[in-house]
């Protein structure tokens, strides 16, 4: 029998294997499914360039939150690193694609791979360090490697950036916002599915084991070590995918944006949308690239008002001072992030509509 | 009929090798800061066995079983399990030799429900590769599914049905200690060591946990260790006793034996005799 | 009968507005008394305990209905520094030392209720009650054994002055020994200073010996109560508490029977 | 030589300002287990009430650094009320980027009211306590460094070890719950810490801004420099941050000195990876008691 509900109101499951989808009820995966085709089909031909130039910062900066959450949502290992990780990737990419020539089909995922090495490098230390001790290890990784993406001049070309060709499938090149709306959230589509997957198989367990009891997890044989490393090569390779995808996207790069600040930002995604929540990711990614976009746009209309301009304030620093208001409020209201926010919204529609 | 369905297969149908279980342990030493928590004590344990351990706080029974679980390495001494030298494994990989432990002071994963904190406990018999678990492929569902099969079976000997989906940290102690037996049970031990498996239970459950811990050793040959204070359990239940005072083993025998042990009243019975 | 120090009506306590853990729970303990609390696990003993030391607090819990009398003063849902400052300190489960501090100092911790006065006298004191403490003073908590542990929280919470001791499972994990000089103390502590103590203990055997009365919980209420004698006399008491069958023997482990046995009263 | 000996000079009194800035970041971890990523937020707030006071209100010297210490241990106070109190109990991560948030917020303010361009203070320390050894000379400020940094050593030394108060604040950082039920006000502990830290912070907020002169930018980066300097000495010494401050200052000035003034940021952090490799809870820092 196929049930047909909007959602369950108990365990009406009837076997093991139902007790292994992603989706509760049939309601919820044809709701994903039209979601995505309307996407698709609709989004890239109706909205603005603006628009969806902010769509694709999005989709980019939601891959790198779904890594990230792996490593601090699910095997609880605080990563200060992942904007250097980030940078890593897009480097990488470009590197491969002006001195080797790779097309982007292959110069991304070995980006990906590349920065996944690099991130468990940066990672050993996970071995022997806990808690705070390793965080700041991992924010010494970031100053490292900004360091080394600066002054390695033979490899990155320094502060002077390096120009990426656009990507080409075989004539066909890919160019503009909406050929990159596809590539970008093609891929979004496909690394939420692998991450979704990865969780609810032995690796996820495993890492949240090791963020929940890490002794108990070793006593259940799970080599601890070795799967902190490889959640820091799984989250950097996200990471570095993600940063490859931007590099292709802005052309050309430079060292400049991959500091500790992007770090700090992906961080808050992760937090803001829900840790160990792999939608809330794409959430708290969504959250953030709007919100800097406003406060952009709104402190920008602030310096043209009149009298700000006639008494010469400055009117930037609001822009931070409202990013960290917000996550301060955020973490104070709802530490569960949007994630939880979303549920409760779900969860109201229960019953629906004789909800109780 | 309960009675025959309550029997996990797995371990019914466990092959006589794979139940095979000799410990030795010789002269072992472990000290930490100038402390010497094991000294040089000799143990062996054989198939079938229920072998305990006895002996005053601080003797050292936690730091020998840690010392045989790899979370301690002796300084001094070899551990072998079926012939194999395991002194140098770590933890994880003593798992896989055939050795499951429960803590002294529980150590689940308290905001997981009890079915989420036993299917880890088949991470060593998870087999599939990261590329299957990335895309979650058919043959991955398959042995998920054999799995929880297992888990259920388990679920339903140890009498957890109606708590498989309750989140371990709400459960009463005495029922905590009972699904973590059952998780130590999903790793399909062949020795089973068990750190003070009856603390702070009422009488009820320690009745129920002797039930099962019998049933386990003696219907299905699962050898295990066992430290415990409870006197009046290990008198009655373990075939060998071994008493620790100091680090030291000061004697070793049957129930009779030991209670009779001057050296043992003194350091451990006290005078009032069995509690 | 004496003069009462402590008197629960009827207390409800829920958890996060919707777990209810005790649906009308009254009991009163006569000063200078031990009172011993009884029950399987699960029964709303430590949360009785938590609900007269105001830690219900912040474990989100919270005494609903009903009124908890102490010295003549409602006391249920204050907070525990307000409480500990009146005299009652709960020792709690598990033995919960200050790992990183010494002996002493974790002593010292115990005198915060009355941060301003002496406490050599106290330190004497508690080594004079627990003599293995001494060699052990400048160490580490986290290194010591349980034993030297369960001394230590118990002089820990003697260095307060308490009027009201509640000792939450002062045996658990313990060799017969330790147990055996534990019970000795708490039994002196009770007679030299007249410390008025709830004892919530498994070993119901040990907690009938000292007590002066006792009730038994199940299920968030109090099923039975009575003088220690008397419960130690209760067949139903015999047969689930203490492990022995009605005749009075000793019942031994190896005939447990291959089914569950139930309570009567449940 | 005389330029290794300068280094030398340079390189402790560099890191002695460490030191104090990091003392007030390991006070909060010390009593509360939080990880304060706004220090040097801290630390410029104190320095730029200390500006407008003296610049803005003209008020006396003395009177004016009264008042700062005052007004930020009030500060710290608040910051615990409002903002770390709602979160006891929650997840590190929380209350780590609760910091970061309200370091984002406090810049965004001091940049709004100052501004990022470099203010002085006027001159004020007289020339008198100024060290000569030989060629090498030590500026007035850094031998109130000196003079500041071992005060403190031993004041927060003997609270610690010795006062009630020092003693509850450790119970209340090693077990809340044992604490609580032994009657420790465990707020009023948080509260005290955060105030005494953020006076503290102030402090070295002003003693930077008489070297460095005052910016909001500078003095936030010096925040992140706590991290090397506590983690190295261990995140709960106090004797700790000293060391670790003069390791990194030396560190600093050396690599600056003889290597290249490029490697100077990056190199501190190099070190301090592999002594954690070597020793993980830094070089004083408590190991982690487990036991199974």
Redesign the interface.
């Known amino acids: 029998m196929k049930k047909f509900s909007f959602h369950s109101c108990g365990n009406y499951r009837e076997d093991y294997a139902e007790e292994l989808k992603i989706f509760e009820t049939y309601f919820g995966r044809i709701c994903l499914g039209l979601f995505l085709i309307l996407f698709f089909a609709v989004a890239p031909f109706v909205v603005s360039a603006y628009m969806l130039y902010i769509l694709n910062m999005i989709g980019i900066a939601a891959i790198a939150a779904i890594g990230l959450n792996i490593l601090i949502g699910y095997t609880g290992q605080i990563s200060l690193g992942h904007g250097a990780f980030f940078g890593v990737g897009a480097y990488a990419a470009a590197i491969l694609a002006t001195r080797l020539g790779l097309g982007f089909y292959l110069a991304i995922p070995a980006a990906g791979i590349i920065t996944a090495l690099v991130g468990m490098i940066f990672g050993i230390p996970s071995g022997r360090l806990k808690g705070l001790y390793l965080t700041i290890a991992t924010l010494a990784g970031q100053f490292i490697i900004e360091y080394v993406l600066i002054h390695w001049d033979s490899l990155t070309k320094g502060t002077m950036g390096i120009t990426l060709p656009a990507p080409k499938i075989i004539q066909w090149e890919i160019a503009g916002d909406k050929a990159f709306f596809f590539l970008i959230f093609i891929s979004l589509v496909l690394m939420t599915w692998f991450a979704v997957n990865i969780m609810r198989s032995k690796y996820g367990r495993a890492f949240i084991a090791i963020r929940d009891n890490d002794r108990a997890a070793e006593g259940m044989g799970i080599p601890i070590f070795r799967y902190k490393l490889l959640s820091f090569a799984i989250s950097s390779f996200y990471a570095g995918f993600a940063g490859a995808l931007w590099a292709y996207y802005m052309i050309s790069i430079t060292t400049e944006p991959f500091n500790l600040g992007l770090s700090v930002e992906f961080i808050a995604m992760v937090i803001i949308g829900g840790l160990g929540n792999i939608p809330g990711a794409i959430f708290g990614a969504t959250f953030i690239t709007l919100l800097n976009e406003f406060l952009r746009f709104f402190t920008g209309l602030l310096m043209n008002i009149g009298f700000v301009v006639s008494f010469g304030l400055n009117m930037a620093p609001l822009r931070e001072f409202t990013f960290g208001l917000v996550i301060v409020l955020f973490i104070l209201l709802e530490p569960r992030g949007l994630a939880e926010l979303w549920r409760i919204a779900r969860s109201s529609f229960r019953l629906w509509p004789f909800s109780y | 009929m309960k009675a025959f369905r309550s029997r996990p297969s797995i371990m019914i149908s466990r092959r006589e090798e794979n139940k095979k279980a000799e410990l030795e342990i010789k002269s072992l030493r472990l000290t930490f800061g100038g402390v010497t928590a094991v000294k040089d004590v000799d143990l062996n344990v054989h198939t079938g066995e229920l072998m305990a351990i006895?002996?005053?706080?601080?003797?050292g029974k936690?730091s020998l079983l840690?010392c045989i679980?790899g979370?301690y390495r002796p300084q001094k001494g070899r551990i072998t399990f079926n012939g194999t030298d395991i002194t140098d494994l770590?933890?994880?990989?003593l798992?896989?030799v055939g050795i499951g432990?429960t803590?002294?002071?529980i150590?689940?994963?308290?905001?997981?429900t009890v079915l989420?904190n036993m299917?880890?406990?088949?991470?060593?018999h998870?087999h599939?590769s990261?590329i299957h678990?990335?895309?979650?492929s058919p043959s991955?569902?398959k042995e998920?599914?054999r799995h929880?099969?297992i888990l259920?079976e388990i679920i339903d000997f140890l009498?957890m049905q109606s708590i498989r989906?309750k989140t371990v940290g709400?459960?009463?102690?005495?029922?905590m200690k009972r699904v973590e037996l059952g998780?130590a049970l999903a790793?399909e031990p062949k020795l089973l060591i068990l750190d003070?498996p009856f603390?702070?239970?009422?009488?009820?459950?320690?009745?129920?946990m002797?039930?099962f811990l019998?049933?386990l050793n003696q219907r299905w040959g699962l050898t295990m260790i066992l430290v415990e204070?409870d006197?009046?359990?290990v008198m009655?239940?373990s075939k060998r006793i071994m008493v620790l005072n100091f680090g030291e083993k000061i004697g070793e025998g049957t129930a009779e034996e030991i209670s009779g042990h001057p050296e043992v009243i003194r350091?451990?019975?006290?005078d009032?005799g069995?509690? | 009968m004496g003069e009462i120090l402590l008197q629960l009506n009827n207390i409800s306590v829920v958890y996060s507005d919707v777990i209810q853990v005790l649906k009308g729970v009254s009991l009163s303990v006569e000063k200078g008394h031990i009172v011993s609390l009884l029950g399987s696990n699960g029964a709303g003993k430590t949360t009785t305990l938590k609900a007269i030391s105001g830690l219900l607090k912040p474990e989100n819990g919270k005494v609903t209905d009903g009124s908890i009398i102490y010295n003549g003063k409602n006391i249920q849902n204050q907070a525990p520094e307000y409480i500990t400052r009146q005299g009652i300190i709960q020792v709690l489960e598990g033995r919960q030392p200050f790992k990183y501090l010494t002996i002493e100092e974790n002593l010292r911790v115990g005198t915060a209720t009355r941060s301003s006065q002496p406490y050599k006298e106290d330190l004497e004191l508690v080594y004079k009650y627990f003599p293995a403490l001494i060699p052990r003073k400048k160490s580490l908590a986290g290194y010591c054994s349980g034993g030297e542990l369960q001394m230590l929280v118990i002089g820990r919470a003697l260095m307060a002055h308490p009027q009201l001791l509640m000792l939450d499972e002062p045996s658990l994990g313990l060799a017969p020994l330790v147990v055996q000089e534990i019970f000795r103390i708490i039994k002196m502590i009770n007679e030299e200073h007249g410390t008025t103590i709830i004892l919530v203990e498994q070993n119901a055997n040990m907690a009938l010996q000292v007590a002066h009365y006792g009730y038994v919980m199940e299920n968030g209420k109090i099923v039975m109560e009575g003088s220690a004698d008397d419960l130690a006399k209760n067949p139903d008491v015999k047969e689930f508490y203490l492990g022995m069958s009605a005749s009075g023997i000793a019942k031994s482990y190896k005939d447990v029977k291959s089914y569950r046995r139930r309570k009567r009263w449940l | 030589m005389d330029f290794f000996l300068q280094l030398l000079v340079n390189g402790v009194c560099v890191g002695l300002l460490y030191g104090i800035s990091a003392m007030g970041f390991v006070m909060i971890f010390k009593s509360s287990s939080v990880l304060n990523f706004a220090h040097g937020e801290l630390l410029a707030l104190g320095a730029f009430f200390f500006l407008a006071l003296i610049s803005w209100a003209k008020l006396p010297i003395l009177i004016a650094f009264v008042l700062t210490l005052v007004g930020s241990f009030i500060l710290g106070f608040l910051i615990e009320k409002f903002f770390l109190r709602p979160l006891i109990g929650e997840k590190l991560i929380f209350v780590i980027m609760l910091t970061v948030g309200l370091a984002a917020m406090f810049k965004g303010f001091i940049l709004l009211i100052w501004g990022g361009n470099l203010h002085t203070y006027p001159e004020f320390l007289s020339e008198s306590i100024a060290l000569k050894l030989g060629s090498i000379y030590i500026a007035p400020v850094y031998t109130a460094t000196l003079i500041i940094s071992i005060i403190f050593l031993v004041l927060f030394g003997l609270f610690f070890k010795k006062s009630a108060q020092g003693i509850y604040m450790r119970s209340v950082a090693d077990n809340q719950k044992a604490a609580l039920s032994l009657g420790v006000h465990v707020r009023r502990v948080f509260a005290l810490s955060w105030a005494i830290a953020a006076l503290v912070a102030s402090m070295s907020g002003i003693v930077l801004g008489i070297i460095n002169g005052v910016n909001v930018h500078d003095l936030s980066s010096i925040g992140l420099k706590v991290f090397p300097v506590v983690i190295l000495g261990g995140l709960d010494s106090i004797g700790g941050a000293i060391v670790g401050g003069i390791i990194i200052g030396l560190l600093e000035t050396f690599t600056g000195g003889y290597l290249s003034p490029s490697l100077r940021d990056v190199v501190p952090y190099i070190v301090l990876v592999l002594i954690l490799l070597v020793k993980p809870y830094g070089l004083f820092g408590l190991v982690e008691i487990e036991r199974v």
């Open positions: 006895i002996g005053p706080n601080g003797a936690t840690n679980t979370f770590h933890t994880h990989q798992v896989d432990r803590f002294q002071n150590e689940l994963f308290p905001g997981m989420a299917t880890l406990a088949r991470h060593i998870c599939y990261f678990s990335c895309l979650f991955v569902k998920e599914i929880r099969q259920e009498e989906k709400s459960l009463p102690y005495g029922m998780r790793l003070e603390a702070g239970m009422n009488l009820e459950e320690k009745e129920d002797v039930r019998l049933e204070h006197m009046s359990i009655n239940i350091a451990y019975l006290g009032s069995i509690l």
